[in-house]
């Protein structure tokens, strides 16, 4: 009997839960490994990320659900461990939003600011009714405009 599993046998709380550690592709069928983990956690779902204990890195990683109150192999000889904690992006998420419109905004005022500087740099090398008639240009008055005649 594997003696990681036992408390299956005891306690009707804990759930057997499947995780992935690598991304299926999308639109095709699921190739990645499935490992069996516990946990007492009763709000954890498929497509959660849960954080599992590993002998890598600090002892611990992120995983995919991918089935969850699954069927136990209690003759298994695979370890199952438990869940740390499920995690929760959503504050994480937030910021990187946040973030990204600070960001945007930013380059929309660098450009602002270059279009500007150009523009003053422009006018002030022409003659001031040139400058004027040019600020005062509209889509309207550009069409009229006739194009150069190509010299032959």
Same mark, same amino acid.
């Given at each position: 009997?594997?003696?990681? $599993? &036992?408390?299956?046998?005891?306690?009707?709380? !804990?759930?057997? =839960?499947? %995780?992935?550690? *690598?991304? +299926?592709?999308?639109?095709?069928?699921?190739?990645?490994?499935?490992?069996?983990?516990?946990?007492?956690?009763?709000?954890?779902?498929?497509?959660?990320?849960?954080?599992?204990? $590993? &002998?890598?890195?600090?002892?611990?990683?992120? !995983?995919?659900? =991918?089935? %969850?109150?699954? *069927?136990? +192999?209690?003759?298994?000889?695979?370890?199952?461990?438990?869940?740390?904690?499920?995690?929760?992006?959503?504050?994480?998420?937030?910021?990187?939003?946040?973030?990204?419109?600070?960001?945007?905004?930013?380059?929309?005022?660098?450009?602002?600011?270059?279009?500007?500087?150009?523009? *003053?740099?422009?006018?002030?090398?022409?003659?001031?009714?040139?400058?004027?008639?040019?600020?005062?240009?509209?889509?309207?008055?550009?069409?009229?405009?006739?194009?150069?005649?190509?010299?032959?």
């Amino acid at each position: 009997m594997n003696y990681t $599993t &036992a408390i299956f046998l005891v306690n009707r709380d !804990v759930r057997a =839960v499947l %995780v992935t550690y *690598e991304a +299926d592709e999308v639109g095709k069928p699921p190739t990645a490994p499935r490992e069996l983990f516990k946990t007492f956690d009763q709000s954890i779902a498929v497509d959660d990320l849960v954080v599992v204990p $590993t &002998a890598t890195r600090h002892l611990m990683t992120v !995983v995919k659900v =991918v089935e %969850v109150d699954v *069927e136990v +192999d209690f003759d298994s000889n695979k370890e199952a461990k438990l869940i740390i904690c499920k995690t929760d992006r959503s504050d994480y998420d937030r910021l990187l939003k946040l973030e990204a419109a600070a960001i945007q905004a930013i380059k929309s005022a660098e450009v602002r600011k270059r279009r500007e500087e150009l523009a *003053e740099k422009l006018l002030a090398d022409m003659d001031p009714d040139a400058a004027a008639r040019l600020k005062a240009l509209s889509a309207g008055d550009a069409v009229a405009i006739e194009a150069p005649k190509a010299s032959s």
